[in-house]
């Protein structure tokens, strides 16, 4: 294996496990999130790289086609999944669903 390819796989892995450490560190679950959101795809594509470089063009290939649906799926669901969390805790702020609701409430009256 070459050392370019392992320190490429080496620093992903760092990542990753970074990200893994933030999602026990941090209390809130928007700051989880933001943590697994960010450094996920970003440490998968650094390894990805490091292994495009040990397997060759085919190898490749397949990494940038798993790489680009995952750049295409992530963000959408880290967005339902955070979502559907804000709705189960709450927060301070109202949705824009609650605030329109409360909006035809107050109208009626």
């Known amino acids: ?37 960010k450094a996920s795809p970003i440490a998968f594509l650094v390894v990805s790289v490091g292994a ?12 940038i086609v798993a790489s680009t649906a995952m750049m295409l799926t992530l963000p959408v669901g880290v967005h339902l999944v955070f979502r559907a969390s804000h709705r189960s805790v709450g927060s301070p702020r109202l949705s824009t669903d609650e605030l329109r609701d409360r909006i035809t409430q107050d109208s009626k009256n």
Do not use: C, D
């Open 1 to 37: 294996m070459s050392i370019i390819a392992s320190l490429f796989m080496l620093g992903g892995s760092l990542l990753a496990l970074l990200a893994g450490i933030g999602l026990l560190r941090f209390k809130t679950p928007y700051a989880r999130f933001h943590a697994s959101g």
């Open 52 to 63: 495009g470089l040990e397997l060759g063009l085919s190898g490749a290939g397949y990494l």
